[in-house]
């Protein structure tokens, strides 16, 4: 079985991918899940997600479907008119039983689409999951097992190459991978700063968030393996990415 890192997403995946934008997509998207919403939509524009919530009737006025409710951000911020932010902190203080969240980040649901295109189970992953994630992802795969870390604005994201080095870590400890540089890069820096909350509290993302006010999302996202809820891409059926 082969392990590959992407420090940034490439494409070109043909077997299983786990994503990870754990500041904050994919530690949020666990948190919406474990609050009970019935599906994850990630839309490849903030309007797409807007259209799904939103008609407008007969009268010009608009109507909302109350089964979708709205999460994403744009520079750490909530987009206006949305119903949420990016902030798995407040996700975790709601109950989203019955409804469906549909997610645009800056990042994180771009990088899941890059995935999508042409990997064959698509699965995002953080460390909050980083066990289940990782255990699920060996068991689908065949061949290989790309993880693929979203970035920050096209630049590498240190704390989604350390999320990297844990998931090779419970990966290697679960069979035998030939890993290419990138798992070794992701790996020697999980080695190197150990402890996960200086990792996320010194990353650049961090500090941008901490600035915020939002520092309490990055102690969040730093629990390792809190959760054993895996958010799983299923085959696209003509709508936006359904994850459940
Ligand atoms: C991303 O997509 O890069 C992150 O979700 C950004 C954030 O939530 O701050």
């Known amino acids: ?14 077997d299983t991918v786990l994503v990870v934008d754990i500041l904050r997509a994919t530690t949020t998207a666990v948190a919406y899940l474990e609050r009970g919403a019935s599906a994850l939509l990630l839309t490849r524009s903030p309007d797409v997600a807007l259209a799904l919530r939103d008609t407008t009737n ?23 008119g949305f119903d949420f932010g990016n902030s798995p ?23 899941a689409h890059i995935a999508a295109t042409s990997g064959k189970h698509v699965l995002l992953a953080s460390l909050v999951n ?7 992802a060996r068991a689908l795969a065949v061949e290989e097992i790309a993880i693929v870390c979203a970035g920050t604005d096209e630049r590498v994201s240190l704390e989604d190459v350390y999320a990297a080095g844990v998931l090779a870590e419970y990966l290697l400890a679960m ?6 540089d990138g798992a070794r890069i992701a790996l ?22 901490e600035r915020l006010g939002l520092g309490d999302d990055v102690r969040w996202a730093a629990r390792i393996s809190e959760s ?17």
């Open 1 to 14: 079985m082969k392990l590959r890192v992407d420090l940034l997403p490439h494409g070109g995946y043909s």
């Open 58 to 80: 007969a009268e010009g006025d608009t109507v909302r479907n109350e089964r979708y409710l709205l999460g994403g951000e744009r520079g750490g911020l909530p987009i206006p």
């Open 89 to 111: 902190v407040e996700a975790a203080g709601q109950n989203f039983t019955q409804r469906e969240v549909v997610m645009n980040t800056t990042n994180g649901t771009g990088a």
């Open 130 to 136: 980083a066990h289940a994630a990782a255990r699920r």
């Open 175 to 180: 069979g035998e991978f030939t890993i290419d």
């Open 188 to 209: 020697t820096l999980r080695r190197n700063l150990g402890n996960p909350l200086e990792a996320l509290s010194s990353s650049s993302h961090g500090v941008y968030l």
């Open 228 to 244: 054993t809820i895996v958010p799983t891409l299923e085959a696209q059926q003509g709508r936006e990415g359904v994850l459940r």
